[in-house]
């Protein structure tokens, strides 16, 4: 007897589907930051490579921040939507999610944002190599490398550096922390990834000029690993003073204070009487992973 047309389909989907969650969430954060590189650095590509005529600065700050919103919104209800090695640690450390799934969670972010720059390379291929004369350039005005990674200002010392992206991810966490807060003012659900979109605005608004504001190792050195292999050189690993590792460490530090001032100067104070505050708590729910993000 033949199986019936919608049980085929069935089967069919049954045998596509992830079974396991971890599976699912690791998928997921690789899908978010492959969207978060596509667009977000698509801006920036956008912007330089028609030297200014399509965009600017405030199109890659609104472009990059949006490009996260939308990564968030395709990701967040399966994962988070993290897209970012920092806050999955931050996740880890105060307690927002299982240590055990952190490797897996940054492995998907690192190997997103790899992917991602190599679609974003395919798809300005003639635009880079009509923008210097087939040259791809590191610095200079016709350099392209930032296109894809950061790179420090030219006053810039590795000391101001290394404080600018602690600084930076601690609010960047700091507020995502309040964001995810219920019992702070909140949010309305389903509007969390438009505020970490804002947030994002207004930090690369204010605090991006000394080295762009990565804020996310994975943003950052996948990127320039895929830069250096696809024929910028490993001097993009030397450039500024070897500026490579400060967008990779900093952050986590940041994102470990960001959490801990939230932590320590509001969460703690709220009453523990909410009753909403105590149902979460204790009912024995699937494990919730609240915090989102950045660039």
């Not at 590509?45 to 609104?62: D, E, M, P």
């Not at 320590?264 to 609240?290: G, M, N, R, W």
Request: charged content about 15%.
């Amino acid at each position: 007897m033949q199986p019936e047309k919608g049980q085929r389909r069935k089967s069919f989907k049954q045998r596509l589907m992830l079974k396991s969650s971890l599976a699912k969430e690791t998928v997921s954060e690789f899908l978010g930051t492959c969207i978060m590189i596509v667009l977000g650095c698509g801006s920036v590509a956008q912007a330089i490579l028609s030297r200014g005529h399509f965009g600017g600065i405030v199109t890659v700050n609104v472009g990059f921040a949006m490009a996260v919103v939308m990564a968030i919104y395709v990701t967040g209800g399966v994962s988070g939507g993290h897209i970012n090695p920092a806050v999955s640690f931050a996740m880890c450390l105060f307690g927002r999610m299982k240590w055990f799934k952190l490797p897996f969670y940054v492995a998907a972010q690192f190997l997103g944002a790899f992917v991602g720059s190599a679609i974003l390379f395919g798809i300005y291929y003639d635009g880079l190599m009509s923008f210097a004369g087939g040259k791809l350039l590191i610095m200079g005005e016709n350099a392209t490398a930032h296109i894809f990674a950061t790179y420090p200002a030219p006053y810039l010392s590795l000391t101001n550096a290394f404080a600018d992206q602690v600084v930076a991810t601690m609010f960047l966490l700091m507020i995502v922390f309040a964001i995810f807060d219920s019992r702070n003012l909140g949010v309305p659900k389903g509007l969390e990834p438009i505020i970490i979109g804002l947030l994002i605005i207004v930090i690369s608004s204010s605090l991006g000029l000394n080295s762009g504001c990565a804020m996310n190792p994975a943003r950052d050195l996948s990127p320039r690993l895929f830069t250096a292999l696809a024929g910028w050189g490993f001097e993009v690993f030397t450039a500024g003073n070897n500026f490579w590792w400060i967008p990779v460490v900093a952050p986590m530090i940041g994102a470990a204070i960001g959490g801990l001032v939230y932590v320590l100067i509001i969460e703690i104070h709220h009453p523990d009487s909410d009753p909403d505050f105590e149902a979460e708590s204790t009912d024995d729910k699937p494990e919730k992973h609240e915090l989102s993000v950045i660039m």
